[in-house]
């Protein structure tokens, strides 16, 4: 069986208005404040880079990059850190930045690793998220769109390395092969 680019699922207008409408929720919920974006690389770098300029604040970012899928669309279960923080957390103001919450397993781990450094606040800001494959109990702050149970692309995600560059969400369909 192979896959292929499909349908848009989220176009890239509806994808900037979201990015706007959370830049505005986090601007409100931190006026005085200032923020350290963390994005769980690869994927959220996208959604960072958009994000981030529809936040009036003061703010800084950081990347983390963590290993969750051992092969290209089930979750392994077992989250690495593969590379840290450069910045130090503690007393800061630290939200958590990434492209989609699936099984909610790569988020509970990397927020616990975060809470035990310290920071005076911790959230999470998702573009997207499926509830219904959760596996671990976790809270999303800041939810871009919630999504059925489908396996997506483009805007950062990828399949297999691939579709990170495209503008907009696609499905992933069997190509019948
Ligand atoms: P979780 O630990 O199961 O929540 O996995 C989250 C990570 O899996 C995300 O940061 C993505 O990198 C990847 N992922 C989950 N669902 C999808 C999808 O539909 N398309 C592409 N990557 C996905
Ligand atoms: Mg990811």
């Keep these: 069986m192979a896959l292929r680019v499909s349908d848009v699922m989220i176009s890239h207008e509806e994808i ?10 986090i601007t409100r919920d931190y006026q005085g404040k200032e923020l ?3 994005a769980v690389l690869r994927g959220a770098f996208v959604f960072m880079a958009d994000l981030i300029r529809y936040i009036d604040l003061p703010c800084r970012v950081d990347f983390m990059k963590v290993s969750s899928y ?10 690495k850190i593969l590379q840290d923080l450069d910045e130090n957390i ?7 930045v990434e492209d989609i919450i699936d099984s909610g397993l790569t988020l509970y781990k990397l927020r616990q690793v975060l809470q035990t450094r310290n920071p005076n606040s911790l959230a999470v800001c998702a573009a997207f ?9 976790i809270f999303v702050d ?36």
Excluded: H, W
């Design 16 to 25: 900037q208005a979201m990015c706007k409408r959370m830049g505005a929720e």
């Design 36 to 38: 350290l974006l963390v």
């Design 70 to 79: 051992s092969d290209g669309m089930t979750t392994s279960g077992e989250v």
């Design 90 to 96: 503690a007393g800061r103001d630290v939200i958590i």
């Design 129 to 137: 998220d499926k509830p219904d494959r959760r596996r671990a109990d």
């Design 142 to 177: 800041y939810v871009g769109k919630q999504i059925p149970d489908e396996f997506i692309v483009g805007y950062g995600l990828d399949y297999g390395g691939l579709y990170r560059n495209l503008p907009d969400i696609r499905y992933m369909e069997d190509d019948g092969e």
